[in-house]
C-alpha cells in the first residue's frame, strides 16, 4: 500500500495511478502532538493535497465524522487513541479521493465509529472510486470487495472473487501452509499455470467474439510434482477490474484426474451474455491433496463486439411497454 501510495518507491518496475490518493495507513501519522485537533486539520489536510479554503468549506464535515466535538480545540496529545484516529480517518476520506488505501484501520474504535467508516466506503463504491484494503478481517472482505489478490509469503496465490479467496485462506490455515517454513514454500510450486488460450466454437484461436457467441478457455496446466487431487477456477474482468463471470472445477462438481506432467482444462462458455466491450481473463490452480497454488492475472485479452441496448458487462434484450397512454 505504501509502494501504490507514493511514500517508498519500488525496488523494481513501477506504479501508475490515475486520481487523488487517500492513504489510510499510519492514521494521524502527520499529526502534531502540540497543535489542537482544529490545526492539526488543516495541517493534516494540507499534506494530502487540499488548499486551505477546501479544508475550511469541509471543516463541519469532517469535525462531524470525526465526533470528537468540543475537544477539537484540545491539544491532541490528550486524546485518547480513538479520538486521535477517528479525526484522522476523518480528514482522510474527505479529501475527495479518487483511490483510497485502507490498511486494517477498521478494527479501531468503536461499533458506531467502525459502522460510519464502512458506509462511508460504500459510499465511495457506490460513486465509482477504487478501494483497496489490506485485511484479515473476513466478512468485511465478503462485505466489501468485487476483486481479492491472496498473499502468502509475498507471492500471489489466487487472484479472483471474495469467495474463492475466502475458501483458499482457509485452507491454507488449515495446512498450516502460511507456516510451515521452506517445505510448504516448494509444496507452493508443484502446480502451475502454463498459459491460457482462447478459442471459437469451431475450434479456432479467436480474441474477438459477439454477443452470445461460445467461448472457449484452455487453460494449459503444468506439474512440477505429482498431484492426487486439484482444481482450477477462472475470473473474467472487465477492463476496468470489475468482475463479469467466474467459476472453477469444484463450483462445477468436476473431479480431475491425479496430474504427473501436464494438462488443459477446457472451460466451455455457452450463450455467454457479455456485452460489447474489453474483457481480461485470470485463472488459478489449487492442490487439494497438497498444498499447492498458483495465480496468474490478465493472462489473456478478447473483445466482444456488437451493438446493445443496455449498458454494462451484461448483454441484455430490452423491450418498452407504455403505463398508459398509447403502447410502443
Known amino acids: 500500500l505504501k509502494v501504490i501510495g507514493g511514500i517508498i518507491l519500488p525496488t523494481t518496475g513501477e506504479v501508475r495511478q490515475r486520481g487523488r490518493v487517500a492513504a489510510l495507513l499510519e492514521l494521524g501519522a502527520g499529526f502534531h502532538p502540540d497543535l489542537t485537533g482544529r490545526e492539526n486539520v488543516f495541517l493534516n489536510a494540507a499534506v494530502l493535497g487540499l488548499s486551505r479554503a477546501e479544508t475550511e468549506s469541509r471543516f463541519d464535515a469532517i469535525l462531524e465524522f470525526s465526533g470528537v466535538g468540543d475537544f477539537v480545540d484540545t491539544q491532541v496529545k490528550f486524546y485518547s487513541s480513538g479520538m486521535y484516529v477517528r479525526l484522522a480517518f476523518a480528514v482522510a476520506v474527505h479529501t475527495d479521493p479518487d483511490i483510497l488505501l485502507v490498511d486494517e484501520v477498521l478494527a479501531v474504535g468503536d461499533e458506531q465509529f467502525q459502522r460510519k467508516c464502512l458506509d462511508k466506503i460504500k459510499e465511495f463504491q457506490e460513486q465509482g472510486r477504487t478501494i483497496i484494503i489490506v485485511s484479515h478481517a473476513l466478512d468485511q472482505i465478503e462485505s466489501l470487495c468485487d476483486r481479492v489478490v491472496l498473499l502468502n509469503r509475498g507471492q500471489v496465490i489466487l487472484d479472483g472473487p471474495p469467495k474463492a479467496a475466502i475458501g483458499r485462506f482457509r485452507e491454507l490455515l488449515r495446512s498450516g501452509e502460511g507456516t510451515r517454513g521452506e517445505q510448504s ?87 455467454v451474455g457479455l456485452g460489447p466491450g474489453e474483457y481480461f481473463v485470470n485463472a488459478n490452480v489449487a492442490g487439494v491433496s497438497v498444498p499447492s497454488s498458483h495465480a496468474v492475472s490478465r493472462a489473456a485479452a478478447f473483445v466482444v463486439e456488437g451493438s446493445e441496448a443496455t449498458i454494462g458487462p451484461v448483454a441484455a434484450t430490452v423491450s418498452l411497454r407504455a403505463t398508459s397512454g398509447p403502447e410502443y
Open 185 to 271: 514454500a516448494r509444496a507452493g510450486h508443484s502446480l502451475e499455470i502454463s498459459s491460457i488460450e482462447l478459442v471459437d466454437a469451431e475450434g479456432s484461436s479467436s480474441t474477438r467474439y459477439g454477443v452470445g457467441e461460445t467461448i472457449e478457455l484452455r487453460i494449459h496446466v503444468r506439474a512440477l510434482a505429482p498431484v492426487e487431487r486439484w482444481a482450477v477456477g477462472f475470473s473474467i474482468n472487465t477492463m476496468h477490474g470489475h468482475l463479469a463471470l467466474a467459476s472453477n472445477t469444484d463450483v462445477l462438481a468436476v473431479t480431475l484426474d491425479p496430474i504427473e506432467d501436464g494438462a488443459v482444462i477446457r472451460f466451455i462458455l455457452d450463450n
